[in-house]
């Protein structure tokens, strides 16, 4: 029997945190009498976490374990979880207890009760440093419901809860954990919601993202945008770009040509500032097309190029 809950923690030189996460996780379900499994993800610790895990494995029935060679990231940690998860819902937590196991209750109901898809967690009062995390992170997410219309406050948020179906339709790679929700919705999942949640000071330990993610989050938001829309038809951007950029340089050149020839204009076309610019924009635009020949050879043997999902089928018992 698969269980009523699967919760996936990833988890990198967080030993100190493990003993009262996982006591916590299971004095919750105790109480709520779920059936539930922990799935440990140890991205490549290089503490003892993983003895830790080794050791409460012991202690709680429940726990998973999965030790990564080295350190992957949060996004391979995540997916090597969710390829592990059996249960009916999938909740994702930091292991570092910033994220509150009081919070499993409520999101596992707003799943099997409430119908969604995929719940996010919101961080309305936030226990992270001002300048470096919480101003730029509402800017970011201001910028992120913008482009990706999905409007959600806390998108990159660690504690969430899934629909075990979600979870097995999309491939977190990369650093894409920071936009799992886009990722969902892509796939075709459209009962998106969000909880404001209860956040804790980290209270062991270092955090493993400093600045730099805003611009990782920032360009990877821009790829995934892309990969939405043109992943599998990138001729339709390239070519059309191309198109046009080449047929604006040719109008102008043919203009200045023109110009040269029929009223025998005393200033060489080489001498024209115009004439360069024009140049310039017919070779980008044919860089830009073949750009789009050769992304639509890669789209052609990429191994997903048909993998689409049925949501039902009939009449084939
Ligand atoms: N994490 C991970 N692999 C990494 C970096 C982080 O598994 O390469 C885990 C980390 O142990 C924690 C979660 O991802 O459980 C969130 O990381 P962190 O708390 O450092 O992020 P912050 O809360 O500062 O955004
Ligand atoms: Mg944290």
Redesign the pocket.
Known sequence: MPPEISIV??????EE?LPELLAWINRVCNEHHYSYEVIM?????TDNSWDVVCDLAKAYSQIRGIRFQR????SP??YEGFRAATGKVVIT????L?DSPDEIPELYKMVVEGGFDLVSGWKKVRY?NAVT?NLPSKLYNAVNRRLSGIKLHDM?C?LKAYRLKVVKSIEVYGEM?RFIPVLAKNAGFKKIGEKVVQHRP?KF?????GWE?FINGFLDLLSILFMSKFGKKPMHLFGALGSLMFLTGFICISWLIGDKIFHAEEVGLTNKPAFYLALTTMIMGTLFFLTGFVSELVVRNASDRNAYLVETRIGFE
């Open positions: 923690v990833p988890l990198f030189n967080e945190s993800v140890d991205d490549g610790s350190n992957y990231g949060k940690a995540l937590m930091d292991a570092d910033q992270d995390k990159n660690g954990h980290r330990g270092v955090s493993k993202f993610r």
